[in-house]
């Protein structure tokens, strides 16, 4: 279901037993979250030692969460880093 435009989902990431908690704001149409800087921060630091992330996604409408692989998370940033300006 997608979050309602104004939204501000909690997002909770946690690796090897460490948790981080962000601020989200939806992307149109509602069903994408962007996260803060701070966490591309992490994904192209800490992140790259794990193989999964555990994701809770927290809001008044709804919350769900679940496990996402990141085998080859660095390759995947260097390629997007190569392809896509900075902005």
């Known amino acids: 279901t997608p ?5 501000r989902p909690d997002v909770t990431i ?3 037993g460490k948790e981080w908690r962000f601020d989200a704001r ?3 149409p509602g069903a994408e979250l962007l996260l803060p800087a701070e966490a591309m921060s992490l994904a192209a630091g800490p992140w790259q030692s794990a193989h999964e992330l555990a994701v809770k996604v927290t809001s008044q409408q709804q919350s769900f969460g679940g496990v996402i692989p990141i085998e ?3 390759e995947a940033l260097a390629t997007l880093a190569a392809n896509c300006p900075a902005g």
């Open 3 to 7: 979050f309602p435009p104004r939204a």
């Open 72 to 74: 080859g998370l660095a």
């Open 14 to 16: 946690g690796v090897d």
């Open 26 to 28: 939806i992307v149109p």
